[in-house]
């Protein structure tokens, strides 16, 4: 069983920045995708970003810019730089990773709040 960790959220004001980290219990080179995903409040979850391994990213059109996904699989850790941070971003924010088997997993998620 893999398991993921995601932290690095917090309170920040409009404007700010935050890093997340999402570290894996196991190698992450068993991930050919990882996400990142947030969910708000009375919201659906919603892709924000997504790497494959050789490093291909994938935005969502309107975070394009601000936010910045990476993964470090030396240390089996996905990261989301998040710059200009706005209100309209606060979410909980979660770290998911697909298996070359096909298999899903999902971190517990880390809370941004950003406030005006």
């Known amino acids: 069983q893999v398991q993921l960790v995601e932290s690095g959220g917090g309170l920040v004001q409009a404007g700010g920045s935050l890093r997340l980290s999402c570290a894996a219990s196991r190698s992450s080179f068993i991930f050919n995708v990882m996400a990142w995903y947030r969910q708000a409040p009375g919201k659906q979850r919603e892709l924000v970003a997504k790497?494959?391994?050789?490093?291909?990213?994938v935005y969502t059109d309107s975070l394009k810019g601000r936010f910045t996904i990476s993964r470090d699989n030396a240390k089996n850790t996905l990261y989301l730089q998040m710059n200009s941070l706005e209100p309209e971003d606060t979410a909980v924010y979660y770290c998911n990773g697909i298996s070359g088997l096909g298999s899903n997993y999902w971190g517990q998620g880390t809370q941004v709040t950003v406030s005006s």
């Open positions: 790497i494959t391994g050789p490093g291909r990213t």
